[in-house]
């Protein structure tokens, strides 16, 4: 085994070696160069042609400062070029730097992925992140093929039963994420973000009073939810409950962490055909709460409030 690996690094450096003495070589530099430069040329040429009148000018310009620049190379960094020591440095020096960057860079893929084998919880979390970002940029196609990474890794993870279940609500098929989500709670019941998005698929779905009661229990240990006190006041509302609407809505707070209150208000508008008014109050909030609106603009698109 060492002697392979002996011979596969004096192969390697027998290689760049000899790649860096042929690049040395004139004729083979200027054949190089030419081959590049006409494909270059035919790419080019119609993007520069209208440039071609501003390019001789600066070509006029720039003419002597790139001669006096030619000379003075020559004069400090070529007046040795005959020497041994310069050949040999120009003849192997290369070659050996290419050979020991190609050899760090495979040596740090290679740790990288000793990394991730090593510590596979890492890897797990990394999945995770990116599987929520997917979901939040709505690139599903993208999301179904990290969950079915994260499956393979820890089928049983609530975290990935809800997204499991957060992909199929997308697709509307609420059947299965409320499969999703009550295996969820079941792994683990004190899970907010699967109670909370069980409550969503009857919410969406439009069966409020069900909704209602878990935002409501939910509610009990989060008494000061500006989320769930916006989704209560909207079960109550779209339920024509208005004492209750109102009572969730008082406890909402203007100047809270969300945008909660100007929305909550604006579907109290929407509601009795004020469009103008409610308009004005989603503008404010996105103006108060940039970063914070995705959730609240599309608890309005969905009940089509416009």
């Not at 790139?66 to 020096?93: A, K």
């Not at 991730?116 to 890492?122: E, G, K, Y």
């Not at 990116?130 to 990290?146: C, F, P, S, V």
């Not at 098929?173 to 079941?186: K, N, V």
Request: charged share 25%.
């Amino acid at each position: 085994m060492l002697r392979r690996i002996i011979e596969g690094v004096g192969n390697g450096l027998i290689l760049c070696i000899r790649i860096w003495r042929i690049l040395l070589h004139p004729r083979h530099r200027k054949a190089l160069f030419r081959i590049i430069g006409k494909k270059v040329r035919r790419r080019l040429i119609p993007v520069l042609d209208p440039l071609a009148p501003y390019w001789r000018v600066f070509r006029k310009v720039v003419r002597p400062l790139e001669v006096r620049l030619r000379l003075l190379w020559r004069r400090i960094l070529r007046f040795h070029r005959h020497t041994p020591l310069p050949r040999l440095r120009r003849l192997y020096l290369g070659g050996f730097a290419t050979f020991f960057l190609l050899a760090f860079i495979l040596v740090w893929i290679v740790n990288s992925r000793n990394r991730l084998v090593q510590d596979p919880q890492t890897a797990l979390a990394v999945l995770m992140q990116d599987t929520a970002n997917l979901i939040g940029q709505n690139q599903l196609g993208r999301a179904e093929k990290y969950l079915a990474k994260l499956k393979k890794l820890a089928p049983q993870h609530p975290r990935v039963l809800v997204f499991s279940g957060a992909i199929k609500s997308l697709r509307k098929d609420y059947d299965g994420a409320r499969a999703d989500y009550t295996l969820a709670l079941s792994v683990s019941p004190n899970s907010f973000n699967a109670a909370f998005n069980l409550a969503e698929v009857d919410f969406v779905t439009g069966n409020y009073p069900v909704a209602a009661a878990q935002f409501d229990q939910m509610l009990e240990s989060r008494p000061e939810d500006q989320v769930l006190l916006f989704r209560l006041f909207l079960c109550e509302l779209l339920q024509n409950h208005e004492d209750l609407a109102n009572s969730y809505l008082a406890r909402l707070s203007h100047w809270g962490e969300s945008p909660a209150w100007y929305y909550a208000n604006a579907a109290r508008l929407f509601r009795i055909e004020k469009k103008s008014e409610a308009r004005k109050l989603l503008n404010i909030g996105k103006i108060l709460y940039p970063d914070k609106t995705a959730f609240f603009d599309a608890s309005i698109e969905l009940l089509g409030y416009r």
